[in-house]
């Protein structure tokens, strides 16, 4: 069993439509929880970080249930820029970050 | 401020060649890792370092892989005979690890594409 699921996808929604992705780690010693998009043949970049419950960002909400042991990204009012592969990441402290296969998230007009 | 620098972008070698990765971190993050993306998989650690010291080796692949960190500055990997699984993208990131913050992001560079053929 992978330590950090995702569901990969691919998502395809209309522009302005609300989506949602959920994560799923297996080390309950994980603290330290992020979203980062990476678009086509580029690097990761940081997206939301999510260090207590919850964080919002603008368009952007990611949630933490430690008890479950998911978080969940939502992106509200999608634009077409959204387009990208998100992905979950976990790490305890300044430790190596455990990466998600990611979600293919395409945006149509 | 500058982020995180990668050099070369692009390297094309053949098996049993070496090649050399660069990492320049962001100024002032003591804490540098080398990650690796073969296609069709997931990002995978390779190696953490904090200033100059190797803070975690563990997934580093075989013994072909060199990284050093001289200085506590920038970084190189080597890889020594490349072999034609070594191919991916070689990805190197900064974080203040914590320092006081209690905040532990990750800031990647661009990568380096190595094609072993």
């Known amino acids: 069993r992978k330590e950090v699921e995702q569901d990969p996808g691919p998502f395809n929604v209309p522009e302005g439509a609300t989506v949602a992705f959920n994560c799923t780690y297996s080390?309950?010693?994980?603290?330290?929880f992020f979203w980062y998009r990476q678009d086509c043949r580029k690097e990761p970049k940081l997206l939301m970080s999510?260090?207590?419950s919850g964080n919002e960002d603008g368009r952007f909400t990611a949630q933490l249930n430690r008890a479950s042991q998911y978080i969940s990204l939502l992106i509200r009012d999608s634009k077409l820029s959204d387009s990208a592969t998100y992905l979950c990441?976990?790490?305890?402290?300044?430790?190596?970050?455990?990466f998600g296969s990611g979600t293919r998230l395409s945006i149509r007009p | 401020e500058a982020g995180v620098t990668q050099f070369p972008s692009h390297s094309v070698i053949e098996k049993g060649q070496t090649v050399t990765l660069r990492c320049d971190p962001i100024?002032?993050?003591?804490?540098l890792y080398w990650y690796r993306r073969v296609m069709g998989k997931e990002i995978k650690f390779l190696l953490h370092?904090?200033?100059?010291?190797?803070?975690?080796e563990s997934g580093m692949p075989n013994n072909r892989f060199l990284a050093e960190r001289t200085g506590g500055t920038y970084s190189t990997l080597k890889v020594q005979p490349a072999e034609l699984e070594d191919s991916g993208v070689y990805f190197c990131?900064?974080?203040?690890?914590?320092?006081?913050?209690?905040?532990?992001?990750?800031?990647f560079g661009p990568g380096t594409r190595l094609t072993v053929t």
């Open positions: 370092f904090v200033k100059e010291s190797k803070q975690d």
């Open positions: 990131a900064s974080s203040h690890g914590g320092a006081g913050t209690g905040r532990y992001e990750q800031y």
């Open positions: 080390n309950s010693a994980s603290q330290s």
């Open positions: 999510v260090y207590s």
């Open positions: 990441a976990v790490s305890r402290g300044a430790s190596k970050i455990i």
């Open positions: 100024s002032g993050h003591d804490n």
